[in-house]
């Protein structure tokens, strides 16, 4: 069996271990399972949903929605499953209509250095987040792989919100937004779309953390350099590979 032997993808770059001074919450939606479930279909991505939180005034500052046309010989075929559907209720022919992953990832990029929170040269940097590890690791990363898309070094460095939620409030068995509303006794807004409102419920619980004195400090750094060697059936192999 081979070794496989993980390096940190850095481009040259060392994963700054400083406190954020934003945070950019991510969520994505697949056209087919969701939820615990995410990325176990490899279905495509249609939508990417992402909000900047401004860490030291501990409020939003804005959020944006895309909606992903997923790649298909026939576009004219359904792109959702009934499930996905049934569970998220977003607008098909939206989707249909809307622009490539390429395009998205592109206007992601334009829209950071607009409002000057790159992660790598904003004069304010923001660090990704996302509610558990499947939004990157199961999701954008394998979909940009079969796609041939060269992701920013920033997709490879997040905050896991649950994690950070459990080490702060020593609360085990998280599994999802909802358990962390449920504990901290806060409400969510249904009237708005599936994805928007996942971001709404990721910045209230952020900002709950912020006022009970939670710090954002080490990020979760996602490695993706495998190499061929020889081990054992037995041998550790560590889970922050994709």
Do not use: W
């Not at 919450?25 to 992402?50: C, K, R």
């Not at 989707?95 to 904003?122: M, Y």
């Not at 509610?131 to 199961?138: E, Q, S, T, V």
């Not at 792989?145 to 085990?172: A, G, P």
């Amino acid at each position: 069996m081979p070794e496989i032997k993980l390096e940190t993808k850095t481009n040259g770059h060392t994963p700054s271990t400083m406190a954020p001074t934003n945070l950019c919450l991510l969520f994505l939606t697949t056209g087919g399972q969701n939820a615990e479930n995410l990325g176990s279909d490899e279905e495509q991505i249609v939508s990417f949903v992402y909000q900047i939180f401004d860490v030291s005034n501990n409020k939003v500052v804005t959020l944006q929605q895309h909606f992903v046309r997923p790649r298909s010989d026939d576009i004219s075929e359904h792109v959702l499953t009934e499930e996905c559907k049934a569970q998220t209720g977003l607008p098909e022919e939206n989707i249909k209509n809307a622009q490539p992953l390429e395009t998205i990832l592109e206007e992601f990029e334009k829209f950071l250095n607009v409002k000057e929170v790159h992660p790598d040269h904003g004069s304010r940097p923001a660090c990704l987040i996302i509610d558990g590890p499947l939004h990157l690791r199961m999701v954008l990363h394998p979909e940009a792989v079969k796609k041939n898309i060269q992701l920013e070094n920033y997709f490879y460095r997040y905050y896991d919100l649950r994690k950070e939620f459990t080490k702060f409030y020593k609360k085990e068995f998280i599994h999802c937004l909802k358990d962390m509303l449920d504990f901290l006794n806060l409400e969510c807004d249904q009237s708005v779309e599936y994805g928007v409102r996942q971001c709404q419920e990721m910045a209230s619980i952020i900002t709950r953390l912020i006022n009970d004195g939670h710090q954002f400090e080490e990020p979760e750094i996602i490695r993706d350099k495998l190499e061929p060697g020889i081990c054992t059936k037995g041998d550790y192999v560590d889970d922050v590979t994709v």
